[in-house]
């Protein structure tokens, strides 16, 4: 699995999960759900993402977007 896809997996994990526990235990949840959507959205346009950079560190295959 490359940075690309791992990077969106986790990414969709976060937001699950933080819709999960906003429903469950407490609406300020929703944040962590913004702050991830602006880190994606921010990436796309510029190219930097602390994820792929912790991946990278740990010696995953580097795909097309985060060379």
Do not use: E
């Amino acid at each position: 699995m490359t940075i690309d896809r791992m990077v969106l997996a986790f990414a969709g994990s976060f937001i699950l999960i933080s819709l999960l526990l906003s429903y469950f235990f407490s609406h300020y949840w929703l944040w962590f759900t913004a702050f991830v959507g602006a880190n994606l959205l921010q990436s796309a346009f510029t190219g930097f993402c602390p994820m792929a950079k912790i991946l990278k560190l740990f010696g995953v295959k580097a795909g097309i977007a985060f060379k």
